[in-house]
Nanobody, 116 residues
Framework: QVQLVESGGGLVQAGGSLRLSCAAS????????MGWFRQAPGKERQFVAA????????YYAGSLKGRFTISRDNAKNTVYLQMNSLNVEDTAVYYC?????????WGKGTLVTVSS
């Protein structure tokens, strides 16, 4: 089992920045790939970014590359999502995801609200 807890969401003005964190526990953190997804009101959950177990490979949704940066600290069992130049379309609940032994694990999400 893997437990994931997100934090760092909140209200920010358009153009601002936020850094989300996801603390993992339950398994050896460096053994699994991590990612971020988001779900806006009335929309399906969508992929945001992912990072390999070593941190050596990162992947982004095309529209977000350049504004969002995913990183991880295996010593702290934490993955981060740095979000810059936020706009109102980034308003969503952001979920942390871990893939371990072919199983997806999810956190409960953290709400990011961007005001105009």
């Amino acid at each position: 089992q893997v437990q994931l807890v997100e934090s760092g969401g909140g209200l920010v003005q358009a153009g601002g920045s936020l850094r989300l964190s996801c603390a993992a526990s339950g398994r050896t953190f460096s053994n699994y790939n991590m990612g971020w997804f988001r779900q806006a009101p009335g929309k399906e959950r969508q992929f945001v970014a992912a990072i390999s177990w070593s941190g050596g490979n990162t992947y982004y949704a095309g529209s977000l590359k350049g504004r969002f940066t995913i990183s991880r600290d295996n010593a702290k069992n934490t993955v981060y999502l740095q979000m810059n130049s936020l706009n109102v379309e980034d308003t969503a609940v952001y979920y942390c995801n871990a893939v371990y032994s072919g199983v997806d694990y999810w956190g409960k999400g953290t709400l990011v609200t961007v005001s105009s």
